[in-house]
């Protein structure tokens, strides 16, 4: 029999004991929606996971450094053809082209002094790039986050607000003075000589290479405007220098050219380099020179291989991709888990299927006579019996995925409005994304079929008489 | 047989024993025949003689303890499940004294059955059921179902569906046994004709020898299983 007759001619059984078989089918899209409600749970939970980790900026981020190590207090080494590549400009471009980096930046965090209404504070200062304002650290800012890239703004860290007035909404629009020092290059020393005492307050340690010779350090003052305030600070897990409670644009961080710890025990942050010399392999440049670039990744799958990647080039890397690879096969266990209990409900409608179908082959014992009489081989009755098992569970488990969808859509709703009432922001804690849709049918259809499998071979096996 | 008829039909000592506990039942004990092409035969006998066995053999629907059962040249004792369920598909038509039509379904629909497991295309499938129904006198009734028909009616549609597919062979298992005289005299006037008209062998089982007398070319009397006697219509 063609599959489209046998397809037909199971319908039209289905439809004749319709209480029974819709009571079958209800069995069975009741399983596949307590599977579809589990996973869901599963996969709902671990994207909010993965999400609120991947604002943190914790797990998507990889600290770029010299092998020498972000502060330079590793060994040094003698100047020589294999020395490692400096961290500098032409590196941070090549690295944003690798695939999958969102993007590369120079952490900027520098020791400072803040005066406000002609009060004095000691605090850090961080330079933030625009794409900290996605970061979960700026969810709950109040206010808002830089106007530009390059703004005269600042944002405060809350108690450090609390510090300046205890009403911190009064902050806003209000002006505040940083005081920072700015290194300034003392140019370059004559190839081949070298310096015989210590420069006025830094000194590279390739002078005597012809390359830069120092730096010297001024007093700066930069009149900011407070923009925002809040609670927490993006890439918390990654301080090193103390906890920054002011943060400005990156753009403006680097006009400010802080000079960084790692800049006394190389070279100057900026340094013009002679044009024979310019080049990006163990060259000077004519740029900054970071001490850590912040490398961003788009997807926390990419972690490992941009990882790699720069390690090639010949960087010391750090990041957190340990903990995320934990995290992940804790959701995979989770979900697996969820998964079994969720599948317990259809196994038990499995159970339904058989039992229908065996009572649906007492009941048309002398029909199946008929057929056979007729011409039909035991595939054929076999086939149809199949069919019927297949519809139901197709209907059965188009109806479950509709289901357990409501049941996820209710559930999310009423979640959220518990959120709401605890002034916390909404979230997704329930999805079903289109692979379980598709999953939960397929599964619900192969079930459904091993399930018809003894009712169909009793059929086929009953004999040819009328 | 006639001798002018081509054989499409032989048994050579077919037997169908049955084991009853230690018993064996010899519903059909070394039974040997044959049935010309466009013949119409009666096998008669009476209760519990084996014609009804005897026409299951023939159909296809059982298969034989010993012996040969050989329709169009294949013996059907050796044929696989697959093989004699495509024999009876397209080679032999069956008619049953309780007419066996699939209750739930209209009389368009059991005509549809054969035609289904024929593979007959969707297309084609009307004109047939129309073709077959045009025969027996039913095309009014396309869209009931069986409990809506009388006795006769559903008999001409039990015929007619034995027929859709065009067999060379009608079996017809005492047809008229479930139908008052006038109604069965009309069926088997009905066989008569597609015998006649379309030159289909007809072998039918009945116990009333009149019937026979009226309509078969050659009656084979059966008793305990075993044939007793093969004659002319009297």
Known sequence: MKTYDLVELASRNLRESVLRNSLTTLGIAVGVASLVAMLSLGIGLQQLANRRLEHSGLFDSVLVFTPRGPEGFGPRRAASPAEPRRLDESARQEISRIAGVAEAYPEIRVPTEVRYNDRPFRTVVEGLPPSAAESAAMEGIQGHFFSKPDAAEAILQADFAKELDPDTARLRGRPLTLVYAESVSLGNFPPGRSPTGPAAAGRSPRSDRG??????????????????????????????????????????????????????????????????????????????????????????????????????????????????RNLRQFFAVLDLFLGIFGSLALAVASLGIINTLVMA???????????????????????????????????????????????????????????????????????????????????????????GLYPASRAARLESRC | ????????????????????????????????????????????????????????????????TSGAMVVA????????????????????????????????????????????????????????????????????????????????????????????????????????????????????????????????????????????????KRKIFLADGRLVEERKPN
């Open chain 2, 73 to 216: 040249g294949r013996d059907l004792a050796t044929l696989g499940a697959e093989e004699l369920a495509r024999y009876r598909r397209h080679s032999v038509g069956m008619i049953f004294q309780s007419f066996n039509l699939v209750p739930r379904m209209t009389v368009e629909e059991n005509l549809e059955l054969p035609l289904r497991l024929a593979e007959v295309e969707r297309g084609e499938r009307r004109a047939r059921v129309e073709e077959a129904l045009d025969r027996v006198g039913l095309q009014a009734r396309l869209r009931h179902r069986p409990s809506e028909l009388s006795g006769g009616e559903q008999q001409r549609v039990a015929i007619a569906r034995a027929l859709v597919n065009r067999p060379t062979i009608l079996l017809a298992d005492e047809p008229t046994g479930n139908l008052d005289s006038r109604t069965g005299t009309e069926i088997l006037t009905l066989i008569e004709e597609i015998n006649r008209a379309s030159g289909t062998t007809v072998v039918l089982v009945t116990h009333e020898e009149a019937r026979a007398d009226r309509i078969a």
């Open chain 1, 361 to 451: 082959i007492l009941e048309r014992r002398r029909e199946i006579g008929i057929l056979k009489a007729l011409g039909a081989s035991d595939r054929d009755v076999k086939g149809l019996f199949f069919a019927e098992a297949g519809v139901m569970g197709l209907v059965g488990g188009a109806a479950g995925v509709a289901l357990g969808w409501a049941i996820g859509h209710t559930i999310n709703l009423g979640a959220n409005i518990y959120l709401q009432r605890q002034n916390l922001p909404s979230q997704t804690i329930w999805l079903v994304p289109w692979w379980l849709v598709v999953g939960a049918i397929a599964f619900s259809l192969v079930v459904s079929l091993l399930a």
């Open chain 1, 211 to 324: 390359e830069p010779a120092g730096f010297s350090v001024l007093r700066k003052e930069a009149t900011l405007t407070i923009v925002g305030v809040t609670e927490s600070q993006p890439n918390a897990g990654f301080e090193r220098f103390g906890r920054a409670r002011i943060f400005v644009p990156l753009d403006l961080a680097e006009k400010m050219i802080p000079p960084q710890i790692s800049a006394l025990l190389d070279s100057p942050v900026r340094q013009p380099a002679p044009p024979a010399q310019a080049g990006s392999a163990g060259r000077p440049t004519d740029g900054p020179l970071y001490a850590t670039l912040i490398v961003r990744v788009a997807d926390v799958k990419n972690i490992e291989p941009v990882e790699n990647a720069i390690k090639r080039m010949g960087f010391s890397t750090f990041s957190l991709q340990d903990a995320t």
């Open chain 2, 1 to 64: 047989m006639s001798d002018a008829a081509p054989r499409i039909l032989r048994a050579e000592r077919v037997s169908r024993h049955y084991a009853m506990g230690s018993a064996v039942i010899r519903a059909v004990d070394e039974v040997s025949l044959e049935v010309g092409a466009g013949e119409f035969v009666a096998l008669l006998g009476s209760s519990g003689s084996g014609k009804s066995t005897l026409l299951n053999l023939m159909g296809g629907l059982d298969r034989p």
